[in-house]
């Protein structure tokens, strides 16, 4: 009986990291939600998903972080509201380049 107790204990073990990196990874979600805020993006600008490594062939997405170890990838997409806004920046930073 002893061994399968060990053996037990040493599976919830290896398997902790793989239970926290949802939690992981929604703080690297947010931690790049609160700098593309600060960069005068509006929350309601873009949306960040979680997907997993090999599923970031979403149109209009850019990888944009991640976490677990590589397995999953943050990908950010303008919504609507934040294609104005950002087109508007684009060509604001076109017209301020030399010519």
Not at 16 to 43: L, T, W, Y
Request: proline residues 7%; glycine residues 8%; hydrophobic residues 35%.
């Amino acid at each position: 009986m002893r061994p399968s107790r060990w053996l037990c204990a040493g599976l919830l073990l290896a398997a902790a990291p793989v239970f926290a990196a949802p939690e992981s990874c929604e703080n690297v979600k947010n931690d790049i939600a609160q700098r593309i805020v600060n960069n005068g993006v509006p929350e309601s600008g873009f949306v960040l998903d979680i997907v997993p490594a090999d599923q970031t062939d979403k149109p209009d997405a850019q990888v944009v972080g991640h976490c677990a170890n590589d397995t999953w990838k943050i990908l950010y997409t303008r919504t609507s509201s934040g294609n104005s806004a950002g087109s508007g920046a684009m060509q604001d930073g076109a017209r301020t380049e030399p010519q």
